[in-house]
């Protein structure tokens, strides 16, 4: 069975980097394509961006050149990094499998503040 | 960026009840639509795909449909435990984008 289980700190100072790991059992991440996505407090959805089989990625115009996703293939895993970051990134992180949206980990929790 | 506006954003029902929760794409986007069933603390579900197709373990009370630029989740009759939130989300052109939200509760 496909899984997948984000990790990382659950608050963030304003400026800072806000750095998140989803780990990655049951499939190949070198197989299909692998995103983030996050819950706004008040319900609002965003995609980020996604890292492909082939490590090519593809992001989120409105997050600038404040993203990264990379991967790990030896540890089946990949990451987001997400620059300078204000309260306005607090939010509930989802990483994905996102050629099909059809699993997804349990989300993490991350609030900007200091 | 396409515009996914969802209707309503609240929907008061009662069991049993058929109700249909609507997305207006404003581009095309052909086909390229899928919907999501979230329950608090939990992470999205996937229930429409290709914007009718139902995803594997979905019962057979939810559909999805198209007509023109307006994609609709209709739940034939709703049971308890489809109080949640819905969200769809639209896959045919980058960014993504979703729709606003519909937030599904007991009348």
């Known amino acids: 069975e496909v899984q997948l289980q984000e990790s990382g700190p659950g608050l963030v100072k304003p400026s800072q980097s806000l750095s998140l790991t989803c780990s990655v059992t049951?499939?190949?991440?070198?197989?299909?394509?692998w995103g983030w996505i996050r819950k706004f407090p008040g319900n609002k959805m965003e995609w980020m961006g996604y890292?492909?089989?082939?490590?090519?990625?593809s992001y989120n115009p409105s997050l600038k050149s404040r993203i990264s996703i990379t991967r790990d293939t030896s540890k089946n895993q990949f990451f987001l990094q997400l620059n300078s970051v204000t309260t306005e990134d607090t939010a509930t992180y989802y990483c994905?499998?996102?050629?099909?949206?059809?699993?997804w980990g349990q989300g993490v929790m991350v609030t900007v503040s200091s | 960026d396409i515009q996914m506006t969802q209707s309503p954003s609240s929907l008061p029902a009662s069991l049993g009840d058929r109700v249909t929760i609507t997305c207006r794409a404003s581009?095309?986007?052909?086909?390229?639509l899928r919907w999501f069933q979230q329950k608090p603390g939990k992470s999205p579900r996937l229930m429409i795909y290709?914007?009718?197709n139902l995803a594997a373990g979905v019962p057979s009370r939810f559909s999805g449909s198209r007509s023109g630029s307006d994609y609709s989740l209709t739940i034939s009759s709703l049971e308890s435990e489809d109080m949640a939130d819905y969200y769809c989300?639209?896959?045919?052109?980058?960014?993504?984008?979703f729709g606003g939200g519909t937030k599904l509760e007991l009348k």
């Open positions: 049951g499939y190949s991440i070198t197989s299909n394509y």
């Open positions: 994905a499998r996102t050629m099909h949206f059809d699993y």
């Open positions: 989300l639209q896959s045919k052109e980058s960014p993504l984008t």
């Open positions: 581009q095309d986007i052909g086909n390229y």
């Open positions: 290709g914007a009718t």
């Open positions: 890292i492909s089989y082939s490590g090519s990625t």
